[in-house]
């Protein structure tokens, strides 16, 4: 998903979504394909910029949520 559920919980509106597990994230397309292998439970990297302008990174377990 590619809302406050992905980014952990500093996410404003403002952040921008800059890679996930090393992957740049382009668009909301290319972050379902980077997801479409992952399960509820696995962990991976986000990387973004957040509102301020800083770049921020975590680790984050992916949970249940609509295809």
Do not use: I
Request: proline share 6%.
């Amino acid at each position: 998903r590619f809302d406050g559920a992905v980014v952990p919980d500093a996410h404003t509106t403002r952040d921008l979504l800059a890679a996930v597990d090393g992957q740049r994230v382009e668009s909301v397309k290319a972050l379902r394909a980077l997801l479409s292998g992952k399960q509820p439970g696995d962990v991976v990297r986000v990387q973004w910029t957040d509102a301020a302008g800083a770049a921020r990174v975590a680790e984050v377990t992916l949970a249940e949520g609509p295809p």
